[in-house]
C-alpha cells in the first residue's frame, strides 16, 4: 500500500520508512527540518521527501498516514487527516502490527547509549551469521543504514522512552514486547512530557510488564532508579551488569579499549576493539548478555566487537587540520557529556580539549539540566557555547559556572572564529549536539584549514 510519514527525517521514522519500503510498500514522506545524515539515507532508499507539510501532499489520499510523535494538533497534515477521517497510526504501533509481532524481539531502552547498545548488539547477531532485522535511532556503522527487515526471527530495536504520538502518550516502548530487554540506565530527562522521574519509572514499568516470563531482562546492578522500578513487579529471568553483578569487565587499559569480559567471575573473553570510554565498556557487557539469550557464548561476541564501528555522530571523527582534530557526538544530556568527555579524555590524556556544546534538546530548552552543564564539562580545558534563539534562558549561565575559560555566543561564526582563534597544534574539538548545529564542523574544518 501507500504509506505517508509525517515527520519521516526523525531517527525512528526514517528507519520505520525503509522497513517499510523493504516490505513492498511505497512509501512518501514530509518533515519540516530535513539534514543528513538521514535525508542521504533515506534518498538512497527511493524515498520521496517533502519540505513542510503542505496537505495538498496528502492528495490523492496514501492508505495509512504514519504520525511521527514531533507532530501536534494544529499542523495541517493532521488536521486534514482528522477531518477527512484518513487511516492514520503511529510509527510503534505500525511497527508491532506489521513487523514485530511474530519475531523475537531485542529491545535497548535507557536514558542514554540506547543507540550505541543497540549497534553493538545488531552487529554481534550478525557476525555471528544470525541476520537479524534492526531498527536504530542511528545509522550503523557496520551497516550504512539505520534499518533493515533481516532473515531471522530475530529483531533488535532502539526502546526509546519518548511518547508515541499526539494521540498516544505512552512511551514507545510499550509497544515493542520484547523477550530480551536491556534497561542500561534511567535518570529524567523529556522534561516536556515527563513531570518527573516517577513518570518515566512508570513508563519503564509499563515495559517490564510486557516482558514474558520465559523472557530476561538486563540490568545494571545498584542502581536505585532500576532498582526500583523492578521493585514495582518482575516476572522475568533477571541479570544484572557490574561489579557485583552476573557479567563485569576488568580493563586492561584505562581508557576502556581493551577488556576481559567475566560472567558469575569465569573469564568469557577478551575485547579489543576501537571504542573507548567506561560508558561503552558498560554498553559492551549489556549487548555481549543479550546476545548470549539467543545463543551467542560470550567469547563469540567480544570477537565481533573487535570489528565492531560505532553508530555516526557517536565520537565521530570529523577531520584533521593542522594536527587540531575534530570530533562530533551527539551527546546532550548531562551524563551523556560527562561520559563522552570522559572516553575522550583518557584515549588522549595529553590533548587540550575543547568542548563546543549547543544545549537543543527539549529538556535543554526548559533549562531542566542547565545546573550540572558546567560540572560535565569539567574534563574540557575550554568550554565553547551555543545560545540557540528557542531556549528562553542564558546559556552564559552555564559559562560563568565553568571553572575553565568559557565562551558563549548566537552566532555560530563568532562561535567558530574564537573556537579557531583559541585552537593550538594537538588540540582536540569536540561538538556536542544532537541536532545539525548549522554545519559547525565543515565551518570549523574550513576555518582551521584557512587560519
Known sequence: MHIHILGICGTFMGGAATLATKLGHKVTGSDANVYPPMSTMLESQGIEIIQGYDPEQLKPAPDLVVIGNAMSRGNPCVEYVLNNNLRYTSGPQWLQDYLLHDRWVMAVAGTHGKTTTASMLAWILDDCGYQPGFLVGGVLGNFGVSARLGESMFFVVEADEYDSAFFDKRSKFVHYHPRTLIMNNLEFDHADIFDDLKAIQRQFHHLVRTVPGNGRILAPYGVKN??????????????????????????????????????????????????????????????????????????????????????????????????????????????????????????????????????????????????????ALAAANEVFLFQPDNIPWSVQEIADQCPQPAFCSDNIDTLVANIVKSAQVGDTILVMSNGGFSGIHDKLLAALTAK
Open 226 to 375: 532500576i532498582d526500583e522500578t523492578l521493585a514495582m513487579g518482575c516476572w522475568s529471568e533477571l541479570e544484572y551488569i557490574g561489579d557485583d553483578g552476573h557479567w563485569r569487565a576488568d580493563k586492561k587499559l584505562a581508557d576502556g579499549s581493551v577488556f576481559d569480559v567475566y560472567l558469575d567471575d569465569q573469564l568469557v573473553g577478551t575485547v579489543d576493539w576501537a571504542l573507548v570510554g567506561d560508558h561503552n565498556v558498560n554498553n559492551a557487557l549489556m549487548a555481549i548478555a543479550a546476545a548470549r539469550h539467543v545463543g551467542v557464548t560470550a567469547n563469540l561476541a567480544c570477537d565481533a566487537l573487535a570489528k565492531f564501528i560505532n553508530t555516526k555522530r557517536r565520537l565521530e571523527y570529523k577531520g584533521e587540520v593542522n594536527s587540531i582534530t575534530v570530533y562530533d557526538d551527539f551527546a546532550h544530556h548531562p551524563t551523556a557529556i560527562e561520559l563522552t568527555l570522559g572516553g575522550l579524555r583518557a584515549k588522549l590524556p595529553q590533548s587540550r580539549i575543547l568542548a563546543v556544546l549547543e544545549p537543543r534538546s527539549n529538556t535543554m530548552k526548559l533549562g531542566v539540566h542547565k545546573h550540572d552543564l558546567a560540572p
